[in-house]
Structures are given as structure tokens and as C-alpha cells.
């Protein structure tokens, strides 16, 4: 037996027999007339142990399977055995979403934290290619990028139980509820926790008050780190995209950003967003210019993780597969040949977000919760009408024009109030005039 045939046995029996275990864990631990799934996974999770295990003593069986595979393969450009631990990944995130089920509370952690990771794991193995990125020739970029973050942090970390002054009540919720993990009274990631937020931000808050105590500085400093780690993706995306000096610039100028200083001393998620943004955006265009599978890879997991912070991280679909799409219609020959990644990013997105997705779509009240909360689209809007007597149409891009001058020309009004827009006057030049520089190059996908 050759060692393609060895791996491809290997892949099946391991993935399969880890399947029809934790397959047997969930469906034990759920009400005995919703077992259907998670037993109909561990059946599905024996057959393909079973298939390894003739892969494994019977060469013809082993010769039929990497014909079947050699077509999906080589257009991956992956062995037969990664090949069939992508599949094996999808399975494994639907397990996930059976063993945490929808309440507070998981049916099995165990079942659900495993298969969820496992899925994970063998998504990334099934799409990587070994020496696409070699990080040992290319460590000082990153070990710069980490020394921006660490120049960053103090400005975000320093005196966090008193500036802000007030420790204001949506920071007080999510450290309470971060407490109720600490104390296992809810523990589902994969559902919504306190706000319609997804569970899984509150290990943060909840794993910070464990180590530091019940204090202000121990609920708000995951979000300085957040807010430093920002600085060097944005420098590593700016250098990427444009140039190292580019990239040292816009860094030193987040650094100091006085808006994204304040949000990084808040113990809420909405900080972990321009993280979320600043890696895989800069991700996406290196994977889309350079046809580079790690990055696309990278991309993936930005865009599934993002998904468990603030909702406004629901744009950077739009952003990456949007921005991409229409850079192929410039590009249609590229486009073609960077399909493979385009289904890479997607893929490993969709294992990632899979288990949470399955609830919202059980439950889309939630999803829309965060989202209805700050619509200008219901009561706020039905007084506006009656106190101006304008039509909505009107009052909506009245809106929108006000957001757009808050970068660069009227102070922020709602509950951060500066007295100064976004942007100062010397950076708020420089903006404009890299809107014009990027406008000027409409077809570049760095524009785009």
C-alpha cells in the first residue's frame, strides 16, 4: 500500500471513528425523541470508518477511492486524503449544533466544544498546502506588527478602572453575564447570551474577571487588547495593500485615534470589530492578488469568528465577497482562476459560523435584535415625520449626510461626545485625499 493510499485509510478511519463517538456522546445526552441526528451522524460516522478500514485491506477499494478523488484534488490542488476531510468537517459542525442545542446551557459541552473544534481543525488540514507561506522567511513584518501593538497598548490599558470615569451599564450587563459562565450558569456559544449577543464573547469577559478579579480594569482590558492588536493588522493590511510606510502611518495614526482609543477602554465588543476588519480584508486582497491558499484560509477564519462579536461584523461578507466579485468582473480570467480560493474562504467561513447560523435560523428574532435597536426605522422615525413634516425618504438621507460629515466635519453626538468629529483637520486632508488618490483607480481591487 502506498503512502497516499495509508493516508487516505488513516483520514477516514480516524475522522469517521471520532464522528460515531462523539456522535454516541450527543445522543445520549439529548431527550430521547430528539436523537434522530446525532444518531443518524454516528451511523454516517461508522460507514465511513467502515470505508477505511476496507480502504486499508483492499488495494482495489483504495485505487477506486483516488480515481473518485482525483478530480476534486487536483482542482484544490490537495491530496485525496485532505479531500476527504472537508466533507468530514461539515459533519462535524452540524454535530456541534446538535450536542450545544438552544438554551443557555449546552446539552453536551463536551460533544459540542470537541466536534466543533475537530471541524475546525480539519478544515484548515484539508485546505492547506504545506510551504505556500513560509513564515520563518517572513517573521519580521509580523514581529513589527506585535511591536505596534505593544507601542499601542498602553494608551488603551493604562488607568482602564477610571477613564472612563463611569462604568456604564451595558458594560456592567456583559461582565455579569461573562460571571454567569464563570459560574456555569450558562455556557452555549452557539446561542445568544445577554442583548442578543452570540455567547461566545463572554468567555472573554468571563476568563479576564477570573484571572483579575470583580474590577472595572478586568472587564475592560480584553477590549485594550483588542484595540492594540487592531493597530498592528492595520499595518501589516496597509503594508500589504500599499507599502511599509503606508502601513507605519496609518498604525501610528490609529495609535493615537482618540475615537478608537475610547472604544478600546469600553468592555463591550463593539471594539473587536476593527480587528475582525483590519486582518481579514488585508487577508482577502493577498489571497486575491497573489492566489495565496493560506491567506484565503486566513480570511475564512476572520470571517467565521467575526461572526461571534459585534453585529456590525455582518458587513465584512459584504465587504470581502462583494469587493472581490466585482474585482473579477475587471478580471473575469482571474476570477476563474481564483475560484478555488473564493470556495476556500467561503467554506471555511460557513464551518466556523455553521452551529451559530443553525440557531439564528431557528430563531431570526435574534439575529435581527441588535440591529432593530438601533433602527432609525421605527418610532424614531414616526416622530421625526410628525415633528418636521418631512417624508422618510428625506429624513433618511438627511441621515446619511450627517454620518458622512462626522468623519470629517461635524462632532459626534451620541454616547461618545468628543466635540470633534472622527477625524482632526490634518488627518481629515489626508483622508480626503486618499479617497481621491483610490477613486482615481477604480478598477484596483485595493480601491474596490
Not at 493560506?294 to 465584512?316: C, E, H, K, N
Not at 447560523?357 to 428574532?365: D, F, G, T, V
Not at 472622527?422 to 480601491?447: D, Q
Request: net charge positive; hydrophobic share 50%.
Amino acid at each position: 500500500m502506498s503512502i497516499s493510499q495509508r493516508n487516505l485509510a488513516t483520514s477516514m478511519l480516524t475522522g469517521g471513528g471520532l464522528l460515531a463517538f462523539l456522535s454516541q456522546i450527543t445522543q445520549i445526552a439529548r431527550p430521547l425523541g430528539e436523537r434522530i441526528a446525532p444518531v443518524s451522524l454516528m451511523f454516517l460516522g461508522m460507514l465511513i470508518c467502515l470505508l477505511g478500514v476496507l480502504t486499508s485491506r483492499n488495494e482495489k477499494v483504495s485505487l477506486w477511492l483516488e480515481r473518485v478523488l482525483r478530480k476534486p484534488s487536483q482542482w484544490l490542488n490537495a491530496t485525496p486524503w485532505q479531500i476527504v476531510l472537508i466533507p468530514l468537517s461539515l459533519l462535524f459542525a452540524i454535530l456541534a449544533h446538535y450536542a450545544a442545542g438552544d438554551a443557555e446551557k449546552m446539552i453536551s459541552p463536551l460533544g459540542a466544544w470537541a466536534a466543533w473544534l475537530i471541524s475546525i481543525i480539519l478544515c484548515f488540514i484539508g485546505f492547506w498546502t504545506p510551504g505556500d507561506f513560509d513564515l520563518r522567511s517572513r517573521w519580521k513584518p509580523f514581529a513589527f506588527a506585535l511591536g505596534l501593538s505593544l507601542l499601542a497598548f498602553p494608551f488603551r490599558a493604562i488607568a482602564t478602572n477610571t477613564i472612563p470615569i463611569i462604568l456604564n451599564g451595558d458594560e456592567a450587563s456583559a461582565g455579569i453575564y461573562g460571571i454567569s459562565f464563570m459560574e456555569g450558569k450558562a455556557n452555549n456559544i452557539f446561542s445568544v447570551g445577554w442583548y442578543a449577543f452570540p455567547g461566545l464573547y463572554f468567555l472573554i469577559p468571563a476568563a479576564s474577571i477570573s484571572l483579575l478579579g470583580h474590577t472595572t480594569a478586568a472587564l475592560r482590558i480584553p477590549s485594550a487588547i483588542a484595540g492594540a492588536l487592531t493597530i498592528g493588522g492595520v499595518y501589516l493590511t496597509g503594508r500589504t495593500m500599499f507599502d511599509k510606510r503606508t502601513g507605519l502611518i496609518a498604525a501610528l495614526v490609529l495609535t493615537g485615534f482618540h475615537f478608537h482609543i475610547h472604544f478600546s477602554r469600553i468592555g463591550l465588543n463593539n471594539i473587536w470589530d476593527g480587528f475582525f476588519f483590519a486582518i481579514t480584508v488585508g487577508a482577502a486582497w493577498y489571497a486575491w492578488e497573489k492566489e495565496n491558499r493560506t491567506a484565503a484560509i486566513l480570511t475564512g477564519l476572520g470571517l467565521g469568528f467575526s461572526q461571534y462579536f459585534y453585529p456590525s461584523s455582518r458587513v465584512l461578507l459584504i465587504v470581502v465577497f462583494g469587493g472581490l466579485i466585482i474585482s473579477g468582473l475587471f478580471n473575469f480570467k482571474h476570477l476563474k482562476s481564483s475560484f478555488s480560493n473564493l470556495m476556500i474562504m467561503a467554506w471555511t467561513m460557513i464551518i466556523i459560523v455553521l452551529p451559530l447560523a443553525w440557531y439564528y435560523i431557528k430563531y431570526p428574532e435574534q439575529y435581527l435584535a441588535p440591529l432593530e435597536r438601533v433602527s432609525i426605522l421605527g418610532s424614531w422615525m414616526e416622530n421625526e415625520i410628525q415633528l418636521t413634516g418631512l417624508p422618510a425618504w428625506q429624513i433618511l438621507l438627511k441621515q446619511m449626510v450627517l454620518g458622512i460629515q462626522a468623519f470629517t466635519f461635524i462632532p459626534l453626538q451620541h454616547w461618545y461626545r468628543p466635540e470633534v468629529p472622527f477625524l482632526r483637520p490634518l488627518y481629515a486632508g489626508v483622508f480626503i485625499l486618499g479617497l481621491v488618490f483610490l477613486i482615481s483607480k477604480p478598477k484596483e481591487s485595493k480601491t474596490i
